[in-house]
């Protein structure tokens, strides 16, 4: 789950279950495919959402990947 949506400053990404997500990677990328963003994040169990920072990024509608071990997880949000 991602919010809010449409984002100005932060977005909320919300955990299912119980998810460990070490060394997972977090990509944002843009509709012409282009990654604009990325971090590498270690979440525990304890973590059932994570604040992104969208502030840097020019308003647009843009894709949330997160990669960790060979599995991905995507969601679009758009940048007020």
Request: glycine letters at 6%.
């Amino acid at each position: 789950d991602l919010r809010p949506n449409p984002a100005s400053d932060y977005l909320l990404v919300q955990l299912e279950g119980d998810m460990v997500l070490r060394n997972s990677v977090w990509e944002v990328i843009n509709t012409q495919g282009a990654v604009v963003q990325t971090t590498v994040r270690d979440l525990s169990v304890a973590d059932t959402q994570v604040r992104l920072d969208v502030r840097s990024l020019p308003p647009g509608v843009y894709t949330l990947r997160v990669r960790h071990e060979g599995q991905y997880w995507s969601g679009v949000f758009v940048k007020e």
